[in-house]
Nanobody
Framework: VQLQASGGGLVQAGGSLRLSCAASGRTFSSLYGVGWFRQAPGKEREFVAAMSGSGVSTHYADSVKGRSTISTDNAKNTVYLQMNDLKPEDTAVYYC????????????WGQGTLVTVSS
């Protein structure tokens, strides 16, 4: 499966962005899960949000909980991350990845999309 992340940009604090992750090769619904991660300059990559392939279960990092929503459009085979009330500490390169089966690591990392939040 190949992933293409997009939707990043420069936004002021308090603003919103919707990130997109388009998949080719497999449908998200056929996979165990899909996740969003981010890596800020000088920091390790961290988990942001994830959703089961069925779309039934979602999980969020405490840092974005209540401000972000992960969702999917099966017709477009695209997963979204809606981010609201953005903060400067949300500045990072955001990546999407998939989990093909239970117990497997996330993989098939996309190229990332840069989100910059100005104060």
């Amino acid at each position: 499966v190949q992933l293409q992340a997009s939707g990043g940009g420069l936004v002021q604090a308090g603003g919103s962005l919707r990130l997109s992750c388009a998949a080719s090769g497999r449908t998200f619904s056929s996979l165990y899960g899909v996740g969003w991660f981010r890596q800020a300059p000088g920091k390790e990559r961290e988990f942001v949000a994830a959703m089961s392939g069925s779309g039934v279960s979602t999980h969020y990092a405490d840092s974005v909980k209540g401000r972000s929503t992960i969702s999917t459009d099966n017709a477009k085979n695209t997963v979204y991350l809606q981010m609201n009330d953005l903060k400067p500490e949300d500045t990072a390169v955001y990546y999407c990845a998939v989990m093909k089966g239970p117990g497997e690591d996330f993989g098939s990392w996309g190229q990332g999309t840069l989100v910059t939040v100005s104060s």
